[in-house]
């Protein structure tokens, strides 16, 4: 009885097991995506990067194109020099100027294009390809880019479909960045001050808390030194009054 269900065990963890293989090389969890190195908040500047993974066997990925959307568009977009791949910034005029730092932009960038001058993303591996955004918008709590990947058999698959609330995740999703509560700094991160009063606090409580420790183990020095020398003449008293009775 106790080996039909040991059997029984390890059959239902080897299908589970067997299920989880096959939801990780489902093509639906290897799609183009966007993630914030840090965070992206409303209002402030991030790094982003896109992670473009090779799903073919027989081909690898030459091109990437990713598209900013037009209706919150972004007036800064600089893009990491990249060893074994041509950049080109697209820009366009926009029919709304936007007003950063005082400034106004009357154009911004609407595409980001990607070339392999090498191999590209050969079968069995992925490629991230960060850029530097902002400022980001204050009035949406994402940011959705239509991205097209391009093979080296000139397949084309485009992920430009956008994920809609409360219905499954469609074959070929768009990337989304999640946009993060505004910061005060509005950039995003720490700023260099910040740093540097967290790191002088940090080591006055550090030092603090050593002088502490300090007192506390000379205290207990103190009252082990005590206890001791109570024991020994406790222990001397103790052998007089042996020695005392035994002559008696």
């Known amino acids: 009885m106790k080996a039909s269900r040991?059997?029984?065990?390890?059959a239902a963890v080897a299908a589970v097991a067997g299920t989880a293989v096959l939801a990780v090389s489902s093509p639906a969890f290897a799609h183009v995506s966007v993630q914030p190195e840090g965070t992206a908040a409303k209002g402030g500047y991030a790094v982003i990067d896109f992670k473009v993974p090779?799903?073919?066997?027989?081909?690898?990925?030459?091109?990437?194109?990713v598209n900013f959307p037009a209706d919150h568009p972004l007036a800064s977009v600089m893009p990491q020099p990249m060893a074994g791949w041509k950049i080109e910034v697209t820009k366009s005029k926009l029919a709304k100027p936007l007003e950063t730092h005082g400034e106004k932009i009357s154009e911004a960038v609407t595409k980001v294009t990607w070339t392999a001058a090498d191999k590209g993303i050969e079968p069995g591996?992925?490629?991230?390809?960060?850029?530097s955004v902002g400022a980001l918008p204050e009035d949406?709590?994402?940011?959705v880019f239509k991205a097209i990947q391009t093979y080296s058999d000139n397949e084309v698959v485009r992920w430009i479909e956008v994920q809609q609330k409360g219905q499954e995740e469609p074959e070929n999703p768009a990337p989304a960045l999640a946009l993060s509560a505004a910061t005060d700094d509005h950039h995003g991160s720490t700023?260099?001050?910040?740093?540097?009063?967290?790191?002088?606090?940090?080591?006055s409580g550090d030092s603090g808390s050593?002088?502490?420790s300090d007192t506390t183990a000379r205290v207990l020095g103190v009252v082990g030194i005590v206890v001791g020398a109570a024991g020994v003449a406790y222990g001397v008293l103790a052998g007089r009054r042996r020695s005392t009775g035994s002559e008696a």
């Open 6 to 10: 040991s059997a029984a065990a390890v």
């Open 54 to 65: 090779n799903e073919r066997d027989n081909a690898s990925t030459t091109k990437v194109e």
């Open 125 to 131: 591996y992925f490629q991230k390809f960060p850029l």
């Open 140 to 143: 949406t709590d994402e940011l």
């Open 191 to 203: 700023t260099a001050e910040d740093t540097a009063a967290k790191t002088e606090t940090t080591a």
């Open 210 to 212: 050593s002088g502490g």
